[in-house]
């Protein structure tokens, strides 16, 4: 575990669970329709037990689908988690389809949402990396130089980026090594 500052704020990484971590919200990767899956949104839907999928069901009703770069929150149910930003990431087709921005704008949108609900430390996964096929080594640096402007505004206290294996771990520590401040 090891943390930057940025401007006022915290910017951690950890070799972590996600549905485990100490956070007041998770995000979770989802998809446009929030109607769970595998990855990280199989593992935050398995934890936060059944009242999930309806409050999921009742956003996509009263907004219709989310494009990518858009989140929405619901409560934590079973996590430790206050809140769940469900946020849907780019289905990584190249590069040249937008998808930067598209994922710079997964990030923002779940740190305005720390922001409206008073919400200080939040933790994340590594949007698009695995079903959505997100290069690592270009989303990591997106991902920290987004999150590290965030803090600096001050939208959050603490944003965590919680990887799940030991080599996801080693390789957004040298992004952030690079890009970051100790
Ligand atoms: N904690 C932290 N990170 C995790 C965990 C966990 N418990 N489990 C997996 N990861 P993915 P995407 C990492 O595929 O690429 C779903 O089916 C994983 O190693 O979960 O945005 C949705 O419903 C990877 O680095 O999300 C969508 O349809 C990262 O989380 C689609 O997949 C993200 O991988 C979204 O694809």
Not at 12 to 41: K, M, Q
Request: proline share 7%; with cysteine; aromatic share 8%.
């Amino acid at each position: 575990m090891i943390r930057f500052r940025a401007g006022e704020g915290l910017l951690g990484l950890a070799h972590a669970d996600i549905t485990t971590f100490p956070a007041e919200a998770v995000v979770n990767a989802a998809n446009a329709h929030l109607a769970g899956g595998g990855g990280v949104d199989g593992a935050i839907h398995q934890a936060a037990g059944p009242q999930l999928p309806p409050a999921c069901r009742a956003i996509v009703a009263r907004r219709g689908p989310l494009e990518a770069g858009e989140a929405e929150p619901t409560p934590g149910f079973a996590l430790q988690a206050r809140y769940i930003f469900h946020a849907v990431g780019p289905i990584w087709r190249g590069g040249g389809h937008g998808e930067p921005q598209a994922l710079a704008r997964a990030y923002r949108s779940c740190l305005e949402l720390a922001r409206a609900h008073g919400v200080r430390t939040l933790a994340f996964p590594a949007i698009s990396c695995g079903v959505y096929g997100y290069p690592v080594d270009l989303a990591a640096p997106l991902a920290l130089a987004e999150l590290a402007r965030g803090l600096r505004e001050g939208l959050a206290e603490e944003a965590w980026m919680t990887l799940y294996s030991a080599q996801a771990y080693e390789t957004w520590l040298g992004h952030a090594r690079r890009i970051l401040k100790d």
